[in-house]
């Protein structure tokens, strides 16, 4: 396929609020992580990687009145789509030729598991009822900024906004738009911070994808979005890219509802496609981003999937959910974010708190290592098993 | 013990929703997951919130579940050694 | 490069508040005088061992039966790609771990009502229950949520990337969550009859006892729609999402008058409930009438307009809240 240029990036997450926060924490190995801060829980035993602004915080930034009905899943959205748009110069009169997908799976849940008990007995904060689903969300964040050519929202789990950039280039390809800002967004809710302790995948410590010790997965929270473009459009408005996207793929692992199947079928599926959309060998990936989450499960599928379709030739692999925690549908566009930062850069980031290979896994990237890269694959894989993968490419010069 | 296992397998039926079996139906010696009653992954999780809902038992690791989770049998036993409610 | 073969409409099966997998609303329709009704269910037994549907919300039950009637309908085994549209998900089971959560404290929670709350539990199920390694995704987007389903779908048939495919639109409601709806203005507004909807439609490139073809699609957002009169001058009937929402349905059929002129009108909501997915429903009734060679006289907007015409093409036109709006045109 004829690539995607990538025209701008907003980025929203436990390691800071835009690019520069972002890559610096990236560069210096800084997690995020830590005792949950913000959130109002019972389970302070598990770290987290929440973004540091409470939500009367994020108004202020987006000079948006303490009285407006907001949820913190849009806030965040907001945050990481101001800074797309001014990064891809979009102004609010351009935005009727300019589609807007998103992907999340809580919506408004963080004020619903609130006031729950006030929707079903009382008249009190019935205002909020109207922006808990997932496409109030998207059209919240969405409509801060003007009016969109079209807005839609995906809701895949882990996945979500991995497979919003797919759409996004499939309408671009087709014709359907020039211009398509693509990505994710979720906080993090009572609701899936009880639910996967109820499937005890959390960890107590700080996770540690791909080491023999891993007990599970740190919930994080944030939002990124992409500007994709056709190439036309880039020319005509003199932008130029940050980035390609070469190849897609998603597939559907069909095992089970919260476990990848041990030979990583779907997720040996999905990079394999993003390769042959490509037209790239799998010798010619330089690292991956895998979305080793640090499960017992994830982990010792992902490795299956990677040493299926790479034999003895792995590429570099790290997660970087130490850093961040799993953002869970934003992961797909935040974890891209952070590929497209190591392609300009020339960097792998490091897979923190790794120190023990696991048995038949990858061993990942563990040390800061520079390394010019011009093809990286992202993979983001949802619960369910809907799993995709990214091919990222830095742009031809 | 008879009666723990009696109870017990009323409360497997309810937290795992058999809405069409009785405790006559279990027999407490048959393997509870794969071949005899076939339960899975996500039933032993319910087990586990069952043991400590109902018996104060807290298993950390639901990898303990695979030996606890044998039969109901099995299952009476260790919560009879090792139930603190 | 795009592809440009036509799409065949092999199949569409619904659960809903008129008799179940069946089309017996032709003729015969279950009449609602009430603001909010449950569907009629089948029984699911043939579709779900009873050790699996212990655990599933009707949503998850329903999309079985719907996928699974749709696939033998069509004759085929499995499709190219599963796509699924879902307002609000699977509520029942997320009604059942809010409940929890919020009256009894955050500890010991059941996985299971967690596991299957998910959006993208009713098309992972669907692939896992017919081993489906296609491409797999769920939108949700209000009234819109299985119009971007088909967007996909329509996409993928157009890039060559699949010969067929099953699409799908359910969402559930429970009375706790209908009357919530209610006090924030979302559902059950003047008329309005509040349903459940679980639609599966098998799509394919091959032609093998179609229901009717899928001419064109498209989407579009707060849209000056007199730029398109011109695409849908050759429509028998226009298929209309009123559902007795008084303020919306006087600014829907104003709009549809405008624009599609001297065309009999139709409705259905009246007959299967509003619900985020209606939409799905629309496109089942549409395609069946296609099939059947008729209009049903309790479809049309003005009664009077009623007649035995066969139709050959009709145009859904789903204006869902104002701003998002959806054509679909479907032809014998």
């Given at each position: 396929?004829?690539?995607?240029?990538?025209?701008?990036?907003?980025?929203?997450?436990?390691?800071?609020?835009?690019?520069?926060?972002?890559?610096?924490?990236?560069?210096?190995?800084?997690?995020?992580?830590?005792?949950?801060?913000?959130?109002?829980?019972?389970?302070?035993?598990?770290?987290?990687?929440?973004?540091?602004?409470?939500?009367?915080?994020?108004?202020?930034?987006?000079?948006?009145?303490?009285?407006a009905?907001?949820?913190?899943?849009?806030?965040?959205?907001?945050?990481?789509?101001?800074e797309?748009?001014?990064?891809?110069?979009l102004?609010?009169?351009?935005?009727?030729?300019?589609?807007?997908?998103?992907?999340?799976t809580?919506?408004?849940?963080?004020?619903?598991?609130?006031?729950?008990?006030?929707?079903?007995?009382?008249?009190?904060?019935?205002?909020?009822?109207?922006?808990?689903?997932?496409?109030?969300?998207?059209?919240?964040?969405?409509?801060?900024?003007?009016?969109?050519?079209?807005?839609?929202?995906?809701?895949?789990?882990?996945?979500?906004?991995?497979?919003?950039?797919?759409?996004?280039?499939?309408?671009?390809r087709?014709?359907?738009?020039?211009?398509?800002?693509?990505g994710?967004?979720?906080?993090?809710?009572k609701?899936?911070?009880?639910?996967?302790?109820?499937?005890?995948?959390?960890?107590?410590?700080?996770?540690?994808?791909?080491?023999?010790?891993?007990?599970?997965?740190?919930?994080?929270?944030?939002?990124?979005?992409?500007?994709?473009?056709?190439?036309?459009?880039?020319k005509?408005?003199?932008?130029?890219?940050?980035?390609?996207?070469?190849?897609?793929g998603?597939?559907?692992?069909?095992?089970?509802?919260?476990?990848?199947?041990?030979?990583?079928?779907?997720?040996?599926?999905a990079?394999?496609?993003?390769?042959?959309?490509?037209?790239?060998?799998?010798?010619?990936?330089?690292?991956?981003?895998?979305?080793?989450?640090?499960?017992?499960?994830?982990?010792?599928?992902?490795?299956?999937?990677?040493?299926?379709?790479?034999?003895?030739?792995v590429?570099?692999?790290?997660?970087?959910?130490?850093?961040?925690?799993?953002?869970?549908?934003?992961?797909?566009?935040?974890?891209?974010?952070?590929?497209?930062?190591?392609?300009?850069?020339?960097?792998?980031?490091?897979?923190?708190?790794?120190?023990?290979?696991?048995?038949?896994?990858?061993?990942?990237?563990?040390?800061?290592?520079?390394?010019?890269?011009?093809?990286?694959?992202c993979?983001?894989?949802?619960?369910?098993?809907?799993?995709?993968?990214?091919?990222?490419?830095?742009?031809?010069? | 013990?008879?009666?723990?296992?009696?109870?017990?397998?009323?409360?497997?039926?309810?937290?795992l929703?058999?809405?069409?079996?009785?405790?006559?139906?279990?027999?407490?010696?048959?393997?509870?997951?794969?071949?005899?009653?076939?339960?899975?992954?996500?039933?032993?999780?319910?087990?586990?919130?069952?043991?400590?809902?109902?018996?104060?038992?807290?298993?950390?690791d639901?990898?303990?579940?695979?030996?606890?989770?044998?039969?109901?049998?099995?299952?009476?036993?260790?919560?009879?050694?090792?139930?603190?409610? | 490069?795009?592809?440009?073969?036509?799409?065949?409409?092999?199949?569409?099966?619904?659960?809903?508040?008129?008799?179940?997998?069946?089309?017996?609303?032709?003729?015969?329709?279950?009449?609602?005088?009430?603001?909010?009704?449950?569907?009629?269910?089948?029984?699911?037994?043939?579709?779900?061992?009873?050790?699996?549907?212990?655990?599933?919300?009707?949503?998850?039950?329903r999309?079985?039966?719907?996928s699974?009637?749709?696939?033998?309908?069509?004759?085929?085994?499995?499709?190219?790609?599963?796509?699924?549209?879902?307002?609000?998900g699977?509520?029942?089971?997320?009604?059942?771990?809010?409940?929890?959560?919020?009256?009894?404290?955050?500890?010991?929670?059941?996985?299971?009502?967690?596991?299957?709350?998910?959006?993208?539990?009713?098309?992972?199920l669907?692939?896992?229950?017919?081993?489906?390694?296609?491409?797999?995704?769920?939108?949700?987007?209000?009234?819109?949520?299985?119009?971007?389903?088909?967007?996909?779908?329509?996409?993928?048939?157009?890039?060559?990337?699949?010969?067929?495919?099953?699409?799908?639109?359910?969402?559930?409601?429970?009375?706790?969550?209908?009357?919530?709806?209610?006090?924030?203005?979302?559902?059950?507004?003047?008329?309005?009859?509040?349903?459940?909807?679980?639609?599966?439609?098998?799509?394919?490139?091959?032609n093998?006892?179609?229901?009717?073809?899928?001419?064109?699609?498209?989407?579009?957002?707060?849209?000056?729609?007199?730029?398109?009169?011109?695409?849908?001058?050759?429509?028998?009937?226009?298929?209309?999402?009123?559902?007795?929402?008084?303020?919306?349905?006087?600014?829907?059929?104003?709009?549809?008058?405008?624009?599609?002129?001297?065309?009999?009108?139709?409705?259905?909501?009246?007959?299967?409930?509003?619900?985020?997915?209606?939409?799905?429903?629309?496109?089942?009734?549409?395609?069946?009438?296609?099939?059947?060679?008729?209009?049903?006289?309790?479809?049309?907007?003005?009664?009077?307009?009623?007649?035995?015409?066969?139709?050959?093409?009709?145009?859904?036109?789903?204006?869902?809240?104002?701003?998002?709006?959806?054509?679909?045109?479907?032809?014998?």
């Open positions: 396929m004829a690539p995607i240029l990538i025209t701008g990036m907003g980025v929203v997450s436990a390691i800071g609020v835009g690019q520069a926060e972002t890559l610096d924490a990236l560069l210096n190995n800084r997690s995020g992580v830590g005792p949950l801060a913000y959130l109002k829980t019972e389970h302070k035993e598990f770290p987290v990687g929440e973004v540091k602004l409470t939500d009367a915080e994020m108004r202020a930034r987006l000079g948006i009145p303490e009285t009905i907001t949820t913190r899943t849009a806030l965040m959205g907001m945050l990481a789509l101001e797309a748009l001014c990064d891809a110069h102004t609010p009169g351009m935005l009727p030729q300019v589609g807007f997908i998103s992907g999340t809580v919506g408004g849940m963080d004020m619903s598991e609130q006031f729950y008990l006030d929707y079903i007995s009382s008249e009190a904060h019935k205002e909020y009822i109207a922006v808990h689903d997932c496409g109030s969300c998207t059209e919240m964040t969405a409509n801060r900024f003007g009016k969109f050519a079209f807005t839609t929202t995906l809701s895949t789990a882990c996945s979500s906004a991995a497979n919003a950039i797919i759409l996004g280039a499939n309408m671009i087709c014709g359907e738009a020039d211009i398509v800002v693509v994710g967004s979720e906080c993090i809710t609701f899936h911070l009880n639910g996967f302790n109820s499937l005890m995948i959390l960890d107590t410590e700080p996770c540690r994808p791909f080491d023999a010790t891993r007990r599970g997965l740190n919930l994080g929270e944030g939002a990124a979005y992409l500007v994709l473009e056709s190439e036309e459009s880039a005509r408005r003199c932008v130029k890219p940050q980035a390609m996207l070469s190849g897609y998603n597939a559907c692992d069909a095992f089970h509802q919260t476990a990848s199947s041990p030979d990583g079928e779907g997720a040996y599926r990079m394999k496609e993003a390769l042959e959309e490509a037209g790239i060998k799998p010798a010619d990936v330089d690292y991956i981003n895998a979305h080793g989450t640090g499960t017992t499960n994830n982990d010792a599928s992902e490795s299956q999937a990677m040493k299926r379709l790479f034999g003895d030739q590429p570099p692999v790290s997660s970087t959910k130490p850093f961040t925690g799993h953002t869970t549908s934003a992961s797909g566009s935040i974890e891209a974010v952070f590929c497209i930062m190591a392609l300009q850069q020339g960097f792998l980031p490091v897979n923190l708190n790794w120190s023990q290979p696991m048995e038949d896994g990858i061993i990942p990237v563990s040390q800061p290592t520079k390394k010019a890269l011009k093809h990286v694959l993979n983001a894989f949802g619960f369910g098993g809907n799993d995709s993968s990214l091919l990222l490419s830095k742009p031809e010069s | 013990m008879d009666e723990l296992i009696y109870t017990l397998k009323q409360q497997i039926i309810e937290a929703n058999l809405e069409d079996m009785t405790p006559e139906d279990i027999d407490e010696n048959a393997s509870l997951f794969g071949e005899g009653l076939g339960l899975d992954s996500i039933d032993a999780l319910e087990l586990i919130v069952l043991m400590e809902k109902n018996y104060g038992i807290k298993l950390k639901p990898a303990q579940g695979k030996e606890i989770f044998k039969s109901v049998a099995v299952m009476a036993d260790f919560i009879s050694k090792n139930r603190t409610k | 490069m795009m592809e440009s073969k036509e799409i065949y409409v092999l199949s569409a099966k619904q659960v809903s508040v008129q008799q179940p997998l069946s089309e017996d609303w032709m003729r015969d329709p279950v009449v609602y005088d009430v603001p909010f009704a449950r569907a009629i269910d089948p029984s699911f037994k043939d579709y779900v061992s009873p050790i699996e549907a212990r655990r599933m919300g009707k949503i998850l039950k999309a079985l039966a719907t699974k009637e749709a696939l033998k309908a069509a004759g085929l085994e499995t499709v190219d790609t599963i796509i699924t549209g879902t307002g609000y699977c509520i029942e089971n997320t009604e059942f771990f809010l409940d929890a959560l919020s009256k009894d404290g955050e500890q010991l929670l059941k996985p299971t009502y967690f596991m299957q709350s998910t959006h993208n539990t009713i098309s992972s669907v692939a896992i229950q017919t081993r489906n390694h296609g491409y797999n995704v769920t939108y949700a987007h209000k009234g819109i949520s299985f119009d971007s389903a088909l967007q996909d779908v329509w996409l993928q048939f157009r890039l060559g990337k699949i010969n067929s495919a099953l699409v799908g639109g359910h969402d559930e409601m429970t009375e706790t969550f209908y009357h919530i709806l209610k006090k924030g203005g979302v559902m059950g507004k003047d008329d309005e009859l509040c349903g459940e909807a679980a639609v599966s439609v098998v799509l394919s490139t091959e093998d006892n179609a229901l009717c073809k899928l001419k064109s699609f498209k989407m579009l957002h707060q849209p000056s729609l007199t730029a398109l009169k011109d695409e849908f001058a050759d429509v028998d009937y226009v298929l209309t999402g009123i559902s007795g929402d008084h303020e919306n349905d006087k600014a829907y059929l104003n709009e549809a008058r405008a624009l599609f002129g001297d065309k009999p009108l139709l409705k259905y909501k009246h007959l299967f409930g509003e619900s985020f997915t209606s939409s799905g429903l629309g496109f089942y009734v549409a395609a069946q009438c296609l099939h059947a060679g008729f209009v049903p006289p309790s479809l049309f907007v003005n009664p009077e307009e009623a007649d035995d015409r066969k139709p050959k093409r009709i145009l859904l036109y789903n204006r869902s809240d104002g701003k998002n709006c959806s054509l679909t045109m479907l032809e014998a």
